[in-house]
């Protein structure tokens, strides 16, 4: 009888070990070769790993009569350093160092590194890996990201807005079901029917079958379901999904949550929350899928609350809405939001919101704008950039500022309207802007730790973990790199990319090199990494109460942060949308899950 390959492994990997302890190292106060092979034994393996998933979309993309070059710029291959990363954190190091320790093991990584190891190593030969999908469909709610309500084109836009057996279905379910949504700007809720709250979509076989079925928690603008705090999202998206599968007629078989970018934290929240409310569905729940998702915190956020302007700006805003209550400078009423507000308040809160515009400009003009290298890669850089999370959540209050583009529904409420309802705009723009706040503090390091660490928020190990990430090419030194403005996987000459190309060097920067990152989530924050979760001989996990977890990297695809959800956020005048294959790349990730499912 021969010995099962990963039992081998890790007889190996024992034997690797033994070895290195009795010989003289450099580093044997380090949890390098602990976290290190752990990882590596729970995520390098080929069958189901990064090379799968570049093969299932290679296979997609081919019969759409995509050529392999283009191919190899829309997925990329991580290498070994990716995979498995040589740490340098202490035994016994904090959360915060040991995720520390992933951010300098990437530093030395680049971009075309990993293209560069897509090249060299051959594509598979095209198969029919739609069969795994046509013998077991796959059903995906997807949760949304930061400012999604604000955002005129949805993720995966593209597939809900064709015909679908899915979607023409649910134009009749989902009407006859309805969900309380909150409005900030009526400050109340109302009952809306769910097909107005829930997007659904599916990918058909040529019979009308639906082989991947996608249903997106569609934030509203001012319902603030993409904003507050984690525990705020998990009670809305709780009831809603019981509302969901209620008129679904029932739980779908395979189902997966997927949360993109900030819905990655609130993801892996609901999934937690609804095991542990007992929800009828939650054991139906095979898998988590974070999509460019933030699961260990995001450098760039941490940067919009640790100095510098960004910093600055939301420290202004708060100090204009205050934490709670009538708390701030700009003043509630004293009635109440449906009190009368009277002449000289109002004419004080015009006056707090002239000087909140004029300090707000002033601190805009210092945020970088990285023309320079920008400029080295033939980019506009007379066009805005909107990207930064300070920006946005000016613009989504209805706060002009300098350099910063239009958006389509900006603002919620108009403060300098000196109008009857002046009392309910100063609650509705304090409520909003709070939750704004909130919800990006949810993205920091600091936060994300804290999450990982209450005993509470154990992950359930009847769910797998899934994740996918993606990156802008590499920084620029003098000459730009040929892959960083293609136009396969990018509109180089949109406000889009202007944008998450500035942010891309603010990334840099806030992580003091790291050059393999989206513009929002470097790939080493959104790929789960066991060592950190499961019990080693070096180092705790994060939670005492966790179980090891099993978790799949799918890899990272070419392109930046918007690009992998949706086609645009800014309308650029002659650009329709980011290129990348967005439908394409969902079916590849149906198809991965269920190819995990049926190899276990």
Known sequence: MTMPTRTIRRALTALFLLTAASAPVACADTAADDESTEDAI????????????????????????????????????????????????????????????????????KPSALYEEGKKTPLAASSDVEKVLREKPVHIVILPGIFSEFI???????????????????????????????????????????????????????????????????????????????????????????????????????????????????????????????????????????????IYGSQLADASFTGGPSTDMLNTLRAFVGEKGSEGKLESCEGGPRADAGFLLKTRNTGHWTKLLADLA???????????????????????????????????????????????????????????????????????????????????????????????????????????????????SSTPWALTTNDVAYDPGSVDFRSLRGNYYDFLAASGGIQLQDSQVSVNRGKFWPSLHNPSTVNAPFNPNQKPIKAYFMGTVGTHHWGLSFPRAFTTQGVEGNPFPRTTLLKTIATFVAQVDRAE
């Open 42 to 109: 729970t995520q390098r393996d080929q069958k189901l790993g990064p090379r799968l998933f570049r093969d299932d979309f290679a296979a997609y993309l081919r019969a759409e009569g995509r050529s392999d070059d283009d191919i190899k710029k829309l997925v990329y291959l991580p290498n070994e350093a990716v995979l498995s990363p040589r740490l340098t954190s202490p035994r016994g190091a904090s959360a915060a160092d040991r995720i520390a320790a992933y951010d300098n093991a990437f530093k030395a990584i």
């Open 152 to 294: 005129p084109r949805t993720p995966f836009d593209e597939l809900f807005s064709q015909s679908s057996t899915a979607k023409k279905e649910w134009a009749t379910k989902g009407a006859k079901v309805k969900d309380a949504r909150y409005n900030v700007k009526t400050l109340s809720s109302d009952q809306r029917p769910m097909s107005e709250l829930v997007r659904v979509g599916s990918i058909d076989d040529a019979s009308g079958k639906p082989l991947v079925t996608a249903a997106y928690m569609q934030a509203g603008v001012g319902s603030l379901e993409d904003f507050g705090t984690e525990a705020e999202n998990s009670e809305v998206y709780l009831r809603r999904l019981d509302r969901y599968f209620e008129a679904q007629g029932g739980v779908p078989d395979n189902l997966y949550i997927m949360g993109y970018s900030r819905g990655a934290v609130a993801g892996l929240d609901l999934v937690v929350a609804a095991h542990r409310a007992k929800k009828p569905w939650a054991p139906k729940i095979k898998g988590f899928i974070s999509h460019a998702g933030v």
């Open 362 to 476: 002033v601190i805009a003009m210092k945020l970088p704008k990285h023309d320079d290298v920008l400029g080295l890669e033939a980019i506009d850089t007379n066009l805005p950039n909107g990207g930064r999370i300070a920006t946005f959540a000016a613009k989504a209050l209805g706060i002009p500022l300098p350099g910063a583009p239009t958006m389509e529904g900006e603002g919620v409420i108009d403060l300098d309207l000196f109008d009857d309802n002046h009392c309910a705009n100063v609650e509705s723009f304090k409520a909003t802007a709070r939750a704004i706040v909130k919800g990006a503090e949810s993205l920091t390091t600091k936060s994300r730790v804290a999450w990982w660490q209450r005993p509470e928020n154990a992950l359930p190990t009847n769910v797998k973990y899934f994740a996918l990430t993606g990156t802008m090419g590499d920084a620029t």
